[in-house]
């Protein structure tokens, strides 16, 4: 068991940065090597991790000898040949970005990177650890008897500036429904503990980035929709997305609803968007409501503000790596959020991208890498 993790960062974008604040809160961690080939980028990544030294390619940070564990937070597409590239090289515990994938064409290499990868890999999926998400997640089955009915809404900004603008087209970033809602699906798996069969979709791009072109290109993502997944069991979930509602209170909306009664989880976006001139920002609730006897009980779950501050994941980002430093060190058994949960997730995203595409219910495959039962 290594007396401090020494992790090796992979890109440094907006996200990758939000992962080297919440490491640096964690007790005996440390960066050691970054490949971040954006100037800009790395040198915002060196104000977060100013002892980090820089590498000029993966292989290279894979050389360094001080490394416990490797983060990969580079855009979408590049996971994959990144993931088989470490594989090749130097098998160490992996925390990799959500989505695991962007295309369908990159399932076959997955396939044998999960039979011959002998470490343990974690797929980031931050909303499983927002706080009031998370208290959801634990209290749903006990104030549901049984859930039934799952919606979850996020209403929200649009899409942000990525280095090079990859997250504004589809071949980049696997399309709105695989790079934004992969979390939701993901959410969906969870609190549901059964496996979807059917995805019926309808989106469009409707007020989000039509006048911007990049080298003679138009984007071509969603910035709104709707999405019904049907699972095993008979129950039913919804997604509804809108990216251009930023002047929401709350900007995730999670309700689940069972033969006992409802839980809701509201969670809002992140503090540095908060108008000023409102004051605060809404602190996280968790409502439960029964149908016997009637009536609503709220809960505050607020979040330390040191937590808060490194991020705009409600602080969900921090409690992550606390759960894969613990993995690193033989302190946990194995990955809360597996290959598996990361590739069923893309699948249910990929599916709601064709049947927006397509106007058509998608049928998923009865399996996976491994299956889970309802």
């Given at each position: 068991m290594p007396a401090k993790v020494r992790y090796g960062v992979i890109g440094c974008g907006m996200m990758g940065q939000e992962h080297l604040r919440n490491i640096a809160l964690l007790p005996d961690t440390e960066v050691t090597v970054i490949f971040e080939p954006d100037a800009g980028m790395a040198e915002a990544a060196a104000r977060f991790a100013p002892l980090?030294?820089?590498?000029?390619?993966?292989?290279?940070?894979?050389?360094?000898?001080?490394?416990?564990?490797?983060?990969?937070?580079?855009?979408?597409?590049?996971?994959?040949?990144?993931?088989?590239?470490?594989r090749r090289k130097r098998p160490l515990p992996l925390l990799v970005e959500k989505p695991l994938f962007t295309d369908p064409k990159d399932v076959a290499e997955l396939e044998a990177f999960k039979a011959s990868y002998p470490a343990p890999v974690w797929v980031a999926m931050e909303y499983r650890y927002m706080p009031?998400?998370?208290?959801?997640?634990?209290?749903?089955?006990?104030?549901?008897?049984?859930?039934?009915?799952?919606?979850?809404?996020?209403?929200?900004?649009?899409?942000?500036?990525?280095?090079?603008?990859?997250?504004r087209f589809n071949?980049?970033?696997?399309?709105?429904?695989?790079?934004?809602?992969c979390h939701f699906f993901d959410?969906?798996?969870?609190?549901?503990?059964?496996?979807?069969?059917?995805?019926?979709?309808?989106?469009?791009?409707?007020?989000?980035?039509?006048?911007?072109?990049?080298n003679g290109e138009q984007p071509d993502i969603l910035d709104n929709g709707y999405v019904i997944v049907d699972f095993e069991n008979g129950a039913r979930a919804m997604l509804e997305l809108c990216m251009f509602a930023e002047g929401s209170r709350y900007q995730e909306e999670v309700s689940a609803v069972g033969p006992e009664g409802k839980i809701e989880a509201f969670v809002p976006g992140p503090g540095r968007f908060w108008p000023e001139h409102l004051g605060e920002p809404p602190v996280p609730q968790l409502v439960v409501s029964p149908r016997y006897p009637k009536g609503p009980r709220q809960i505050d779950i607020p979040v330390d503000p040191m937590i808060l501050d490194a991020g705009d994941h409600n602080g969900s980002t921090f409690y992550q790596h606390e759960g894969f430093v613990a993995v690193v060190r033989g302190e946990k058994p194995s990955p809360e959020v597996t290959l598996e949960d990361g590739w069923r997730a893309v699948e249910m995203g990929l599916a709601a991208q064709q049947s927006a595409r397509t106007g058509q219910a998608v049928t998923l495959r009865s399996q996976a890498l491994s299956s889970v039962a309802c």
């Open positions: 980090a030294r820089f590498a000029n390619s993966v292989s290279e940070l894979l050389e360094v000898d001080e490394l416990d564990c490797i983060l990969i937070a580079s855009p979408n597409h590049c996971h994959v040949p990144q993931m088989e590239e470490i009031p998400i998370a208290a959801l997640i634990e209290q749903a089955e006990t104030a549901t008897g049984g859930i039934k009915m799952l919606t979850i809404r996020e209403h929200r900004f649009p899409f942000l500036d990525k280095v090079g603008a990859w997250n071949r980049y970033s696997g399309g709105t429904f695989v790079e934004k809602c959410l969906m798996r969870l609190i549901m503990q059964c496996e979807p069969v059917r995805v019926m979709a309808s989106a469009g791009q409707d007020a989000n980035h039509k006048d911007e072109v990049y």
